[in-house]
């Protein structure tokens, strides 16, 4: 049976949760005070915790999040709950080392296919996904970082964290407009290759630039001629 | 004039060889340029740096040959020389080559002859490139612009043109997801639909610290796109 340690200082909830999670099968440990969590937190091992932010006593949940990363690394799947919904207090959370964060009042189904996913495994939390019907907005934007280490007359080669697709339209933005002297957002180009170097396992693709884009092509040109 | 086109220059006295070269290069790819002496020459390299460079042996004031090892600092390491002669002595050949030629073409030259050297040496690449050290790369950013095909209360369904790892945090932004009350750092790849969908380009995302806000207009969105089905 895995188990689940958690503090929080409301005793209503305290006891809402422990009887949400036994009733999935869930050995639980609650604590009140950040002072209780830590005394047992040795000795009980959990498999998961669940934080309360707003706690008090020693001091708030953000450093019962860090106190517990120091003492056993990133392994320890930490969920948040707190009663603030701000985009910067969840974010706050989530730098500090916990894995998510769930507002109050809990919805006992997001929490429980929450702590199944990190504690099964993420096959195993099973909240149903919908299909967006057609015809809605459905673009979004993927951004990711890379480093541009050749850039020729046509295109630039750079190293990027994932495989990007053959033929792909990607918009770079950053260091190399101010390097070339451009002044717009970015540059439009086509991934040409993308390639795995074997010995030092970078992931190394090739993106040519547009060809009607005179004022880039220019640029370019004279940035290489000129360095 | 197009940046996509080679400019090429063409050192022979014989303007019977330099015209038929320049005829062989198609005009919508190369732009040539026909000096006949060695001074023209460095007249042109002072102020050009040509792709390609296709260089006579036999000339007037200075062969060929002393012309790379004396002028070796003005042909452009970007260069691309091709020696275009009728000597077929082994020894000129290796002298040449040794010299810095990239190929050498025995006259008369042919269609044939000089695509294949050119095409050789170019390879689609372009001559002008600059290489960043390992401490001067770059720092960017990319965007790429994918599909939200579905959406729960715990993860997302997308279909986008990178493959992502298990587990990573990737940043999304989009219309469809600020309307909804996102932030773009909310998002983790998981891989709980990759044995469901039929392509490699759809992706399960997983996110973390939703507000009740968030978690509410989503419900609102699945109901009012349930009605719609009905």
Sequence with gaps: MKKIQLVDDGPIIRKLLKKTLEKSNYEVMDNSTTKEFLENFSEFEPDLCLIDINIDDIGDGLVLIKA?????????????????????DINLALNAGANDYICKPVDSMILLAKVASFLNGVNESSLPIFNLPSGSDNTIYISQDLQIKTINEYGVEFICPDYIYQNTYINISGYILKLLGLDRDDIRLKVISTEINKETD???SYAQFQEDDEELLNKVRDYIVNS | MSKRIKEVLIIDDDPISSKLVNRFLPTDEFHAVEVSCISEAVEYLLENTPHIIFLDIMLPEMSGLEFQQECKDLIPKESILIMLSSRTEKKVIHKAMQNGAADYIIKPATRNTVMTAVKKHLKGQSVFSKDFLPNEMLDCTMTVQAELKALGETDLL???????????????????????????????????YLNKVSSAKYTGVT???????????????????NKLFD
């Design chain 2, 158 to 192: 997308i279909h986008s043109p990178i493959k992502f790892e298990s587990e990573e945090k990737i940043r999304i932004t989009g219309k469809v997801l600020s309307d909804i009350g996102f932030s773009e750092d909310q998002f983790i790849v998981n891989s709980k």
């Design chain 1, 68 to 88: 517990i990363r120091n003492k056993i690394g990133n392994t320890l799947p930490i969920i948040v709950i707190s009663s603030h919904e701000d985009t910067r």
């Design chain 1, 202 to 204: 970078q992931i190394i």
């Design chain 2, 207 to 225: 996110f973390r610290g939703a507000s009740n806000k968030v978690i509410k207009n989503i419900r609102g969105m699945i109901i009012r796109w």
